[in-house]
């Protein structure tokens, strides 16, 4: 089992910076057990979304066309530590990001999941 914890969430004004991080713990690091990791935000009314992910090794990102160019996602395997950079946020970027993980050895559907933690910008 895999535990996510996330934070840095915040109250930001439009053209802002923050950052995001997501701790794992429990089954996190062993030769089995490597997970892909992603962020997903939920805003109030609308579906869940996909934001960014990122394989266990760090050498393949992927972003959603909205965030491409603002947001940078990292991790930090020794700290089992995910982080979502978040520059230049726009009001449409408000919602609940959600950290997740899936074994990387693809063809897995998200199996663990975080409270989330709220992002709020103002204009």
């Known amino acids: 089992q895999v535990q996510l914890i996330e934070s840095g969430g915040g109250l930001v004004q439009a053209g802002g910076s923050l950052r995001l991080s997501c701790a794992a713990s429990g089954r996190t690091s062993s030769t089995s057990s490597r997970y892909e990791m992603g962020w997903f935000r939920q805003a109030p009314g609308k579906e869940r979304e996909f934001v960014a992910r990122?394989?266990?090794?760090?050498?393949?990102?992927d972003y959603a066309g909205s965030v491409k160019g603002r947001f940078t996602i990292s991790r930090d395997n020794a700290k089992n530590t995910v982080y979502l950079q978040m520059n230049s946020l726009k009001p449409e970027d408000t919602a609940v990001y959600l950290c997740a993980a899936r074994p990387d050895s693809g063809g897995y559907s998200w199996i663990y999941w975080g409270r989330g933690t709220q992002v709020t910008v103002s204009s």
């Open positions: 990122i394989s266990w090794g760090g050498g393949r990102t």
